[in-house]
């Protein structure tokens, strides 16, 4: 079941680095770089790190406990606080008008894949503690 | 006596045993006090809303051009940027019948509306006050200010980007950021406040940029707030000024009307949230208690063998009881986390989503509401599975050990 777990997250995680520039581009960078090439880099950095350590999950049970779920829902979480600047990072933004790809496409599939990821990442934190691994001892 | 065979291992080792509905309980207790946190901090958010639309509307009676009372409704509510302007005689008008209506004081204020110029920039509400007779937001500005507006100085609204020291350009003039406002949960959020000799230089740009006049006759008076003598009745001055004016395309709105609108919403709402959340701890307990009976059922043999061994009926229900508290104990705590994380997402946009004012509790409340919604959960819990454990502790020894 962790390994199913850490399977879903690490395909969510790859799906969220690529969504940004591949699957669900934002808006073209014209002269001016608008704050939503910023929050895709952010995004794609993000996607890459979940993967990451999903994938470390997959091969060492270290990586199964509950730090580890803790730390990727909070990435993912991010992947949205971010371009939404509810948490402040430098240019990362989004463009103000809905009709936009970032606003358009871009973010209504990063929020299925956070939600995805952060619900994985809860029926894992649950599956621990029924399963007998209370975090605090990992 | 070694940690192994103390009660909080067996009841550990319990949970562990049956995955699979230790897992339903937690997700049942988790969603309890997920929506009890979030349901109560919705109700409180709202509460704190509409007492803040209450105490900012400090006029009796808002004047606005005749057919534009919407527009000023959501404007007040969600900051929606608009242009609109009284005829250049409504003044004159409201003094003629001063005495008639009871009016004290009177103050014009002017709303113009940025452009959309590229995609990152929206447009944005700008209001233009008059200092010398402003009664309603002077105050409380001068609470972030210290000080009145300079020309050329804006204050913005606590959801607009610009801090003290920025510069911020609209219609090719430059403003100083001259502070920011506290959150207030309603329009002012999303507004710039200026006096009105800068919003006149920013309109006449807005004039050029259009390349046609904001109003043919030069009026640049958005709204007049109304201040009554004491013993006149807002209702009634503003139906005698509508009719005294009638057919002039100025319309007198009360205050009350917009904060009763929404108080009126904020009880429906209340009142369905509350009923949701009865409706769900019901469920709860329904829940806990049947799949505890079920599975306590299930366990009468093991419950034999512990009353076999020397365990007493109450170390029995102890044991059922520290196992229904550690499982409730970890829902309540996840569904109040995730209930936290939903409101850092989902709040700063639930002005726009349920056109209400929404204004959050204090962080100190939050917490206390965060610790009372835990403990409501956890005991829901164990009050839940406390019948089954009586029940179980009931076990005739010699019937289930035949």
Redesign the interface.
């Known amino acids: 079941m962790k390994k199913l777990f850490g399977a879903v997250n690490f395909l969510s995680g790859l799906f969220l680095s690529l969504a940004p520039f591949v699957l669900f581009p934002v808006?073209d960078t014209t002269e001016?770089i608008?704050?939503c090439y910023y929050s895709g880099i952010f995004i794609t950095c993000a996607g890459i790190f979940i993967a990451l350590i999903s994938l470390l999950s997959l091969f060492f049970s270290v990586w199964t406990k509950n730090f580890s779920l803790v730390i990727i829902s909070a990435a993912a979480?991010s992947c949205?606080?971010v371009p939404?600047?509810?948490i402040e990072l430098g240019p990362c933004?989004l463009?103000?008008?809905p009709a936009?790809p970032c606003q358009a496409s871009t973010m209504p599939a990063v929020e299925i894949i956070i939600a995805l990821i952060?619900t994985v990442c809860?029926a894992g934190?649950?599956?621990n503690?029924?399963?007998?691994d209370f975090s605090s001892r990992a | 006596m070694p940690d192994s065979i103390s009660l909080s291992a067996v009841a550990?080792k319990n949970?562990?045993r049956n995955?699979g509905r230790?897992?339903c309980l937690?997700?049942v207790v988790?969603l309890l006090s997920l929506f009890l946190f979030v349901g109560t901090v919705l109700i409180s958010s709202l509460s704190g809303g509409a007492a803040s639309v209450a105490n900012r509307l400090g006029a009796d009676i808002m004047i606005v051009p005749e057919g534009f009372d919407p527009h000023v409704d959501s404007i007040l509510l969600s900051g929606k940027p608009s242009t609109f302007y009284l005829p250049s005689y409504a003044f004159e008008e409201l003094e003629k019948i001063k005495n008639d209506v009871g009016i004290e004081a009177m103050s014009a204020q002017t709303f113009l509306a940025t452009l959309?110029a590229?995609?990152?920039?929206?447009p944005v509400q700008l209001v233009g006050i008059d200092f010398d007779s402003d009664f309603i937001v002077k105050p409380w500005l001068e609470i972030s200010l210290g000080h009145e507006l300079h020309d050329g100085e804006i204050i913005v609204g606590y959801h607009v980007?610009g801090y003290p020291g920025d510069t911020l350009q609209f219609f090719s003039k430059n403003l100083n950021v001259a502070g920011r406002l506290e959150q207030t949960g309603m329009g002012f959020d999303s507004m710039i406040f200026m006096n009105r000799a800068t919003i006149a230089v920013l309109a006449k740009e807005a004039e050029r940029i259009r390349e046609r006049p904001l109003k043919n006759d030069g009026s640049l008076t958005s709204v007049i707030m109304l201040k009554l003598k004491p013993g006149f009745s807002s209702t009634a001055s503003a139906i005698e000024i509508n009719r005294l004016l009638n057919n002039k395309g100025i319309y007198a709105l009360f205050s009350k009307k917009f904060v009763n609108s929404i108080s009126a919403s904020l009880i429906t709402i209340s009142k369905i949230l509350s009923f949701s959340l009865i409706a769900l701890w019901l469920l709860a307990i329904v829940i806990v208690a049947l799949i505890f009976s079920l599975s306590l059922s299930e366990r009468k043999k093991e419950m034999g063998v512990l009353r076999a061994l020397g365990a007493s009926r109450g170390i029995l229900i102890k044991l059922n009881l520290t196992e229904a508290f550690f499982v409730s104990f970890?829902?309540a705590v996840?569904g109040v986390t995730?209930g936290s994380?939903l409101i850092?997402?989902f709040s700063?946009g639930a002005v726009e989503a349920l056109n209400m004012p929404f204004l959050l509790p204090s962080k100190t409340k939050l917490i206390l509401l965060a610790v009372i919604s835990d403990f409501a959960a956890v005991v829901t819990g164990v009050i839940a599975a406390l019948w089954a454990s009586v029940k179980a502790s009931r076990v005739d020894v010699h019937e289930i050990m035949r």
Do not use: D
Not at chain 1, 129 to 132: N, S, W
């Open positions: 808006c001016k608008m704050g979480l949205w606080l939404n600047k509810i933004g463009c103000a008008n936009h952060f809860i934190i649950i599956f503690f029924v399963k007998g | 550990k949970i562990q995955p230790s897992f937690i997700v988790m959309n590229s995609c990152c920039s929206y980007a970890y829902g996840l995730v994380v850092t997402v700063p």
